[in-house]
């Protein structure tokens, strides 16, 4: 069982930086995979990026590549999504999500942290 909890959400002017962190509960956070994921208001949840169990592998989405980096800390049970060159397009809630390395689905889901970026 792992709970979830963000952070770090805010309001922040279009070109600005937020960095958003996941501490996760539980002595297995080393063996999951890490994802966040976002939902605008009137739009389905989407994928923003991911990071293997041990860092060695991140994946982002088209638009906020060169712009987000996903990282953790295994030893803090954190994970963090740096968010930098902000655009309104990015307002969202913010979700950490966590599987077990090597599933498909994530099965763990925190509650989630708003992010708005006005123009």
């Known amino acids: 069982q792992v709970q979830l909890v963000e952070s770090g959400g805010g309001l922040v002017q279009a070109g600005g930086s937020l960095r958003l962190s996941c501490a996760a509960s539980?002595?297995?956070?080393?063996?999951?995979?890490m994802g966040w994921f976002r939902q605008a208001p009137g739009k389905d949840r989407e994928f923003v990026a991911a990071i293997t169990w041990n860092g060695g592998s991140t994946y982002y989405t088209d638009s906020v590549k060169g712009r987000f980096t996903i990282s953790r800390d295994n030893a803090k049970n954190t994970v963090y999504l740096q968010m930098n060159s902000l655009v309104p397009e990015d307002t969202a809630v913010y979700y950490c999500?966590?599987?077990?390395?090597?599933?498909?689905?994530?099965?763990?889901w925190g509650r989630g942290t708003q992010v708005t970026v006005s123009s």
């Open positions: 539980g002595r297995t956070f080393s063996s999951y995979d």
């Open positions: 999500a966590a599987r077990r390395s090597g599933l498909i689905n994530y099965n763990y």
